[in-house]
């Protein structure tokens, strides 16, 4: 038998426990050009949120009463592809099931002789791609500039961080405890951070980590962090916008300072992004992540959950900022 998660309802605000549903199924049978999958590693993202609701987004919604989906790694059971052998290792976007057949569309065989499986679910796979993607493309960082970074502790802001010190570039973090903004600064090498939870005025505080001013500003967060880096950008500044955890689980529209005259002011640029516009670019990311990692330039800190069971709980996590670093769930 095989377990399966449902969206069960559409979550208004917050998610609960409750908007999930397992069913059991049985295992499924393959033939021709298909292989049997058994999950090893689950990605939880907080861009699922936006799936989980029936609004206009860059990607479909989920379907109430059907799979969750993300990236997953993935251990070959049976296979009657020839692309694929038994006990290589996949990563794709597939369903949050224990085991699942695939034709072998999207999945990608990942070695992990010399790194961990979980690694291609974040500093090597879309997170780092995220991270390396957005800072170079729209961030475009030139050595000695100031880059500051909202959700900075977390899978993609802490990447950022690093790509940017590898730069040349001084890096400043925000993150929401004493301990993750400790461990910016010991593990990853941010010059400094700032623990948004314990800080009257963060406009203040971002003046005073950034006495040249802020020339990138990586925005995982959005909200009243966002608003108060306005405060602080350079003439030409870039701000890339990546993700709004701190208003995903809004029922009512966001409300902030206006930013058009700070952008007009400053000549600077705020852009959006999504991974897949840059799908060209994915084989240069991969090998240079790859390169900055081998060469220990990089490191990958992740927040390991356990149990298939775990995967909901781990998911709501991301909104309480249970992880540091990447958040897998180990099935």
Known sequence: MSRTILLNKRPVGRPELSDFKFVTEEKPTITTGEVLLR???VSVDPYLRGRMSDAK??????ELNKPMSSGI???VMESN???FKVGDYVSGMLEWKEFQKSTGEGLKVVDTTAVGQSVYLGALGMTGMT???GLTEIGK???GE????SGAAGAVGSIVGQIGKILGCRVVGIAGTDEKVNMLKTEFGFDDAINYNTTDNMAEAIATACPDGVDIYFDNVGGAISDAVLFNINKFSRMIICGAIAVYNNTEPAKGVSVQPFLVKNSALM???ILGNYAAKFPEATQQLATWFKEGKIKATETVVEGFDSIPQAFIGLFDGKNKGKMVVKI
Do not use: C, R, V
Request: net charge positive; proline share 7%; no cysteine.
């Open 146 to 149: 100031t880059i500051i970074i």
């Open 39 to 41: 999950t090893s590693y």
């Open 57 to 62: 987004s860059y990607a479909a919604p989920f």
């Open 81 to 83: 592809n020839s692309n």
């Open 141 to 143: 960082p030139k050595k």
């Open 73 to 75: 790694i993935a251990e």
């Open 271 to 273: 852009q959006g992004f």
């Open 131 to 133: 991270a390396y993607l």
